[in-house]
């Protein structure tokens, strides 16, 4: 059962009951929320994600309403994940912004028996395609484009490894678009799903993009990877493309990764095994067709 | 007296006293398990009792990997803890004075079972208090450096506690809790610290030493009943109940020998209570008559009272659903734990400037960073 299989009554008396549970990616969230419009974003946005109602959830989460303390007329939204608040409350416009980031918050914290690098990841023809990079190099918007562009989404955020087995895992999820971003995106693919645009968040105004329908159907099916690339998004720059050391790759993945050191040993191994069993460049680009272009002769040479 | 547990807890002591039991769990029992064990800081424990029980193969996978986690966190931080202290002890190298290490570290170095599945953030040590002053500035120039605090904490922790503000070294995140003695400065029970360091007993390691088995034992119960605020504490308790469990096996005497020392060091009635639950709630062997030498021990309607709210707090709430009643027992015992630290002259205040704190607190929007 697929959450557009339902009418948003149903959907909505989850929320507001039992829990909607659905399935994301290897994970079973189960959410809460009395707070109407988020429920029809949410209806919107989760459309093609798999329902998990009799299924154990991981992560169970809520959004609730409270009076801000500053201004008693106004609504603040809160956070809670097992009933314990991890930051503070928000503007309850920012609500479905709040949830996607707090439940990244709950994988990143909590998911140890997988490796988890800070990293985009697609696949095509079987190939996993790794693009770790710090928070405002581009990866969410470089994976918009990708992922309605023939190749398929495992994560806008989370490289997710399987370290025994070396395989990524998908979990597709909502992609936050930042700032500038939005109109960059609304101008190069105009026929995607977007939520709303939450304007003053703590990362500027966001949009919510969301996944295809194909890389959700698909999120059981992990892949292998073959190329690791670190992108880096400058404004008006020739698109480049260059090979790193092993060495090189190593650190900067190693470095950037939210549970590398809790794994010690099996962390270590598993990222060893998956610099040498990649191809690793450094990417600077601006412009998507470059991009677009460069994937295809890499995969071609291959 | 009868333990009276609503649903949820009592599935999760099962759990952790019978693990067998765990066979006949439900898909969404596990689920409630791993919730209410994370809360209490229970999953590394509840992934060495399945391990050990055989049960590995009958739980779910989705389950499996959320103790597998936990496991790992666990490990990690006791990882951390081992090296903090070793970087301490380097640092201390050339001064000569007696470290005694508490809680989480000491029992693994004392190899108390199942000390491999306990949650341990903070490396808690115990130092004369006349070397407390040298041992702080030598940390410090070797780059510990103490967390930001307001006046108002600062002051707290060097005029009324039994311990100086938590110290975290700049190229690391362990926080080092140094105590001088057990119990706050400010409380009615005085301890007195010679007695512990004089019993005290050397490790492998000769530069970190362990309480006598004893005092181990009424430091938990201590640490408990007395500067812990006991909501959700449950951890605390299953500390006490293995120390219990492992010194009682070891030595014949080791009853007679607790009983006298809570008498000496004028703790017997926090012992008393820590005997009283432990074996209430996770079915210690504590002897029948055994109780009855620690002196004095709390009358027939403190023990009531106590006994009324205390597993209440102990437990954790149930995540989707949780009562008044817990919450009122909670907040009681955190009214206790507070006037048992601190006269009402200092306590005022305390809880004034601390009300005000979170109200600040909750209205600035908020200073946290999600990613």
């Known amino acids: 059962m697929v959450v557009n299989q339902i009418p948003f009554r149903e959907f909505h008396l989850l929320l507001l009951n039992q829990g ?15 707070y109407k419009p988020l429920a029809e974003q949410l209806y919107k946005l989760y459309c093609h994600y798999r329902m998990a109602q009799d299924e154990i959830a991981e992560f169970h989460v809520r959004i609730v309403t409270e009076r801000s303390f500053k201004n008693p007329f106004k609504k603040n939204v809160r956070f809670l994940l097992d009933g314990q608040s991890p930051f503070g409350s928000f503007p309850q416009e920012q609500a479905l912004a709040v949830l996607e980031w707090g439940i990244n918050l709950a994988i990143a914290v909590r998911v140890n028996h997988l490796l988890l690098l800070h990293s985009a990841v697609v696949e095509k023809n079987g190939h996993a395609i790794l693009f770790p990079a710090w928070p405002g190099s581009g990866k969410t918007t470089l994976c918009t484009v990708l992922s309605n562009r023939g190749f398929r ?3 806008d955020e989370f490289g997710l ?23 960059v995106i609304r101008r190069y693919l105009p026929e995607i799903v977007m939520g709303q645009s939450i304007p003053n968040t703590q990362k500027g105004t966001v949009a919510h993009v969301c996944p295809p329908e194909q890389s959700i159907l698909l999120s059981k099916q992990a892949a292998k990877a073959r190329w690791i690339i670190f992108p880096k998004w400058i404004a008006g720059s020739q698109s480049k493309i260059e090979a790193i050391s092993d060495s090189e790759a190593f650190m900067l993945l190693a470095s950037n990764a939210f549970n590398y050191e809790a794994l010690g040993a099996t962390g270590f191994l598993a990222v060893a095994d998956l610099i040498h069993s990649c191809d690793c460049y450094k990417l600077v680009y601006s412009d998507f067709d470059d991009v677009m272009d460069m994937l295809h002769k890499l995969m071609n040479e291959t | 007296m009868k333990l009276d547990l609503s649903q949820h807890s009592l599935m999760l002591v099962q759990g952790l ?13 596990w689920e409630l398990l791993i919730r209410l064990a994370r809360r209490v800081k229970l999953l590394g424990r509840l992934t060495l009792l399945v391990k050990e029980h055989g049960l590995w193969n009958q739980v779910p996978p989705r389950i499996a990997s959320q103790l597998t ?24 190298d050339e001064f000569n004075t007696s470290i005694i290490a508490l809680k989480g570290i000491a029992y693994g170095l004392a190899e108390i079972p199942y000390a491999t599945g306990r949650l341990s953030v903070d490396l808690d040590l115990l130092v004369p208090k006349a070397d407390l002053a040298d041992i702080e500035s030598l940390l410090t120039v070797k780059g ?7 006046a108002y904490d600062e002051r707290y922790y060097r005029v009324w506690s039994h311990e100086i503000p938590p110290l975290v070294h700049v190229e690391r995140e362990t926080e080092v809790d140094i105590h001088h003695t ?13 007695l512990l360091f004089e019993a005290a007993i050397p490790t492998k390691d000769k530069t970190i030493k362990l309480l006598s088995p004893v005092d181990m034992v009424i430091h938990c119960a201590v640490n408990l009943f007395q500067n812990n605020e006991i909501a959700n504490d449950l951890r605390d308790l299953l500390d006490l109940h293995d120390l219990l469990v492992f010194f009682s096996v070891q030595d014949a005497d080791f009853w007679l020998r607790l009983t006298d020392r809570a008498n000496q060091l004028r703790l017997a009635q926090i012992m008393f209570y820590g005997l009283h639950f432990s074996q209430l709630i996770f079915k210690t062997p504590v002897p029948g008559k055994i ?33 008044l009643s817990a919450s009122m027992a909670r907040f009681v015992l955190y009214l206790r734990s507070h006037l048992i630290r601190m006269p009402l002259y200092i306590l005022l205040p305390h809880l004034i400037y601390k009300t005000m704190r979170m109200i600040r607190l909750k209205s600035g929007n908020n200073h946290s960073h999600p990613r």
């Not at chain 2, 986690?69 to 006791?78: A, F, R, Y």
């Open chain 1, 161 to 183: 490894m399987d370290p025994r087995q070396r395989l990524f895992l998908p979990i597709p999820r909502l992609m936050p678009l930042k700032n500038e971003s939005i109109a």
């Open chain 2, 291 to 323: 109780c009855n030498r620690l002196r004095p021990r709390p009358g027939k309607l403190k023990l009531w009272i106590m006994h009324r709210l205390i597993p209440l707090a102990l437990f954790p709430q149930h995540p989707d659903k949780p009562t």
């Open chain 2, 17 to 29: 006293i019978n693990p067998d039991s765990l066979t006949h769990y439900s898909e969404s029992d």
């Open chain 1, 20 to 34: 909607l549970r659905v399935a994301i990616g290897p994970f079973n969230v189960c959410i809460h929320t009395a």
């Open chain 2, 69 to 92: 986690s936990g496991l790992v966190q666990v490990e990690k931080l006791q990882q951390l803890n081992r090296w903090e202290l070793n970087r301490i002890l380097w640092a201390l």
């Open chain 2, 182 to 194: 057990l119990a706050p400065l400010t409380s009615r029970l005085k301890i007195d610290t010679r």
């Open chain 2, 144 to 150: 510990w450096r103490h967390r930001t605090l307001s």
């Open chain 1, 153 to 155: 989404l495992f994560s």
